[in-house]
């Protein structure tokens, strides 16, 4: 068993996502280990997980039938060992309604001797980084605190430089 780089682990990924996008199923299913699983988040409609590469595929034409244009767009990847946490929007138009989608999601990819072994989708970033190792990501509130207290700590120094001593 080799231990890939990270980013081995990402070009899987990404590779998995263009093969969606195209509809390249044979390529699409060679990235996915035959014991694969796939976990939707718990709020899903239908949140149980999906056991096997080839029940994957089943449910993923399930999930395609009612859209036109369906597409994966990645925002950004992070890795934690052999986890990609890719954030992404699954963007689609309904077929009979019309209607454009545009929703973000996380998906906590596992890759197995170069393969996707498991999925575990979430809605939050936050959620997504803590399960796969990256602990909590900081909130907007705690960004915009430290950037508050690194300029009021660079205008103490300022000050402090400034006065003779």
Known sequence: M???TS???VAVVRG???DWNRR???AWMAKHDPDMVASPHRDWPEPEATEGAEAWFRRVQQMLEPWDEQRLEIDDAQV???VVVLTFRWVARGRRSQ???DIPMVGNYTITDGLIKHIGFFFDLSEALEAAGLGPALSQEDVDEARKNTGEAI???ETGLSEPG
């Open 155 to 157: 205008k103490l120094f």
């Open 99 to 101: 209607i454009d989608v």
């Open 24 to 26: 390249d199923w044979k």
């Open 2 to 4: 080799s231990r890939a």
């Open 80 to 82: 934690s060992g052999d």
């Open 7 to 9: 980013e081995e682990n």
């Open 16 to 18: 998995a996502i263009d």
